[in-house]
């Protein structure tokens, strides 16, 4: 009976032994073997391979052009010459420009210009001129009561036809020398009729509003001024200035 529990009790340890002692299945070896890819090291970096690095200069800004502290120049057609060359410089908030052209002795013209800037961009300034400019032209045969004369010049510096459109005391003296000298009345009609050459002056300030947009370069405005143009005077350019943005 002993050697029966003795042989019971050898065959339990047996078995248990063997239980214990069988080897770990493949799946339990391999999540023990198996090491996590990823770990922290002292740069805070990943270990699960190389990062896609961003290029830094994707998100910095494109290089505009300055949008002030730049200079202009080019040309324009209107006031003061007709066609005028351009030169200004935009410092911050402030402009200043002068124009103007010289094509003949008698056709020539100046303006300065002295503006505040109230809406600028990369591409386009709009701003307020105070301006002041001159011209002298000499119009060919120009119709009486056209273009804004007050009075037509003749050149001839002799009281009663000094002006084309003569005025009521200009009638009365050359009725008066037509009565007196026939012959020298048709002399001084004949020197101030309307195929001679008039010279037209004129002295302004004026405001006007400005806009430069990219090359394209509009003014708009009035003035007022003396010489031999009615009160007020439109004046304007138009044109195309590079600039040094």
Avoid: C
């Amino acid at each position: 009976m002993n050697r029966f529990f003795y042989l019971i009790l050898l065959t339990s340890l047996l078995s248990s032994s063997l239980l214990f002692s069988e080897p770990a299945s493949s799946g339990d070896k391999k999540d023990k073997e198996e090491t996590p890819e990823w770990s922290p090291d002292p740069n805070k970096k990943s270990k699960f391979g190389k990062e896609d690095e961003l290029d830094p200069n994707t998100f910095l800004p494109k290089n505009q052009p300055k949008s002030t502290n730049f200079w202009v120049y080019g040309a324009t057609i209107g006031s003061p010459a007709s066609i005028n060359l351009n030169l200004g410089y935009y410092y911050k908030d402030i402009v200043v420009r002068v124009s103007g052209g010289s094509w003949r002795s008698h056709w020539n013209g100046g303006q300065v210009d002295l503006g505040y800037t109230f809406w600028k961009t990369p591409v386009i300034a709009h701003s307020i001129s105070i301006v002041a400019g001159s011209f002298n032209v000499d119009p060919y045969s120009p119709e009486v009561g056209r273009g804004g004369q007050t009075s037509y010049p003749t050149g001839l510096n002799i009281p009663g036809y000094q002006y084309r459109d003569p005025k009521y005391e200009d009638q009365f003296i050359r009725a008066y020398v037509a009565e007196v000298n026939p012959d020298l009345a048709l002399l001084l009609e004949y020197k101030s009729r309307d195929t001679q050459k008039v010279y037209l002056k004129q002295q302004y300030i004026g405001l006007t509003y400005d806009i430069l947009l990219g090359n394209f370069f509009l003014q708009l405005g009035g003035g007022i001024g003396q010489g031999d143009y009615k009160n007020p005077q439109i004046l304007m350019q138009m044109g195309y200035l590079f600039d040094t943005r």
